[in-house]
């Protein structure tokens, strides 16, 4: 097992890559059969984040205060992305401002499930992965709704039960769920024992993550097809947006002196955006095409984030680097 696991995490843009084609390619060609897959949305994201908080020491949640500094370079960081955004998606063409719309939102929502799986898969602190993604959820609840309108026309409709839903489902159950089951198998489940599943728990994440992507993408195959050019200045622009992004966040990260294991976090945030939410949020708020700037992060997003996964395992083989 322990060689799938390393070669799963080398290739990881592979994988990431293949799911995005194999995705079109199922969506394009049969959609019907796609559109019963959406109900594996939730459950697969549900997997992901469980099987790495299971190995994780809960306890730890109770001692909040080194975390306060990180969390406030956590915000200085999510309160910037909509401007990094905006900017960057200035080179997209006049006719075509409604993907720069699209961009913006995308830049605005918490990060999703795949946070914990980076996180997970590069050896960062998982606690403060989790902590990260309610906080910014919390965040997200106003920045959304009175800060979107400054950057458009038109005022952004926003859905509180989706949030909190993706908060109950995601965090708190997964977290219950973990603790419960290391009570009721405490003679099994030494810290021995679950030091040696990490590795593969987070290639089980990881796998989960890929099924998350190639759904996603067959559910908005329609839209990619019948759009291409557009997608296409969609994809350059919000890629060039996430790499911003990723090249800001490691800086920020040195210059604040965050150790590696909150540094991974912190960098992987701006990667790993919610883009369900944003899709709900460009269909119903906006008159305009804004669902195809999200569409278009959806290819992107995965790719940089596994990009810049190759490049920090490297440091030490497969990994955390020695740096750290």
Not at 2 to 9: D, L, Y
Not at 100 to 109: C, K, L, P
Not at 149 to 176: A, H, T
Not at 292 to 314: D, H, N, T, Y
């Amino acid at each position: 097992m322990s060689r799938f696991n390393i070669v799963f995490r080398k290739y990881i843009l592979f994988w990431a890559l293949l799911a995005m084609v194999v995705g079109y390619a199922a969506g394009r060609y049969n959609p019907e059969k796609v559109s019963s897959l959406k109900s594996f949305l939730t459950p697969f994201a549900f997997v992901m984040i469980f099987v790495m908080i299971f190995p994780s020491n809960l306890s730890n949640l109770t001692k909040l205060k080194p975390y306060l500094y990180p969390l406030a370079v956590s915000f200085a960081l999510f309160s910037i992305s909509p401007f990094i955004a905006y900017i960057v998606s200035t080179i997209i063409p006049e006719h075509f401002q409604y993907l720069r719309t699209g961009i913006i939102i995308s830049s605005a929502v918490p990060p999703d499930a795949m946070l914990s799986a980076w996180a997970g898969f590069l050896e960062a602190d998982l606690l403060f992965t989790l902590i990260i993604q309610s906080f910014l959820s919390c965040v997200a609840l106003f920045l959304m709704p009175f800060g979107l309108p400054y950057f458009f026309d038109q005022s952004s409709y926003f859905s509180l039960f989706i949030l909190i839903r993706n908060l109950f489902f995601l965090i708190f159950i997964p977290f219950v769920s973990g603790g419960l089951l290391k009570i009721l198998f405490r003679g099994y489940l030494t810290p021995g024992l679950l030091k040696r599943l990490k590795p593969t728990l987070s290639t089980i994440s990881g796998l989960m993550a890929i099924f998350i992507v190639l759904i996603s993408i067959a559910l908005n195959a329609e839209i990619i097809a019948e759009n291409p050019v557009i997608i296409l200045w969609g994809f350059l622009t919000s890629f060039f947006y996430y790499l911003a992004s990723f090249v800001i966040g490691v800086y920020v990260s040195r210059a604040f002196r965050m150790s590696y294991e909150k540094s991974i976090p912190l960098i992987y945030q701006c990667g790993s955006r919610n883009l369900s939410v944003a899709m709900v949020v460009a269909l119903s708020s906006f008159k305009n095409q804004a669902a195809l700037g999200v569409a278009a992060c959806m290819l992107s997003q995965l790719p940089v984030a596994s990009f810049f996964f190759m490049i920090i395992s490297k440091a030490d083989g497969i990994g955390r680097p020695k740096s750290a």
